[in-house]
């Protein structure tokens, strides 16, 4: 009885700092993103299917998808807020940063042609997130809208990335293996599409 008590303390204990670390850190990474989120939710996959246990996928799948969910959402707003100030805003100029004339012009059009497809195939593609973002907001979106198409987005995101962690994960027997392996395969998959550019350019 005191063995299984010590076994299970440790684990609710990882839990309850675990979830809540994996939320806020994806909910920073949607709002600057300079965290690598597709990598933090492919390690929690990876620990998950190490316990065998269904609810801890569910939860990390639960946990990523809300958080970026939110987060995306806090964004577009502070940036709607932004198109209508005179001054603009910090969080629109960090927007337009990272959203460069030529993507944002290849956004613009794929969203007029395809609406909110484009929104949901955003979150999938490597930094396709904040120029159709960006675009969402020069066509003037309702916030409403933006939701609509943004929970499907995060719904996909947080899976896929979840899937990367189970295939890290089930190709390796030790937990820190299949983490670095998930880890390295989110980052280039990452900084492929950027390297195919500059090389062609």
Known sequence: MFAASTTVAPVSTEQAIGYPSLFLLVLIGALVPV???GALVSSAAVVAFHRTAPLSMLLVFATASLAAFLGDVALYWLGRRGMRSRNGSRWLEAIR??????RLAQAQTKLAEHDVT?????????????????ACLIAEWPLRRFVRGNLPACLAWALTYQLIGILGGSL???PWQGVLAAVVLTVLISVTPSLWRRLRG
Do not use: I
């Open 172 to 174: 390796f027997e030790e």
């Open 97 to 102: 940063a990272r959203a460069p004339e030529d």
């Open 118 to 134: 484009v929104l949901v195939l955003s979150r999938l593609v490597p930094a396709g997130r904040l120029p159709v973002m960006l």
């Open 35 to 37: 965290v690598p989120t």
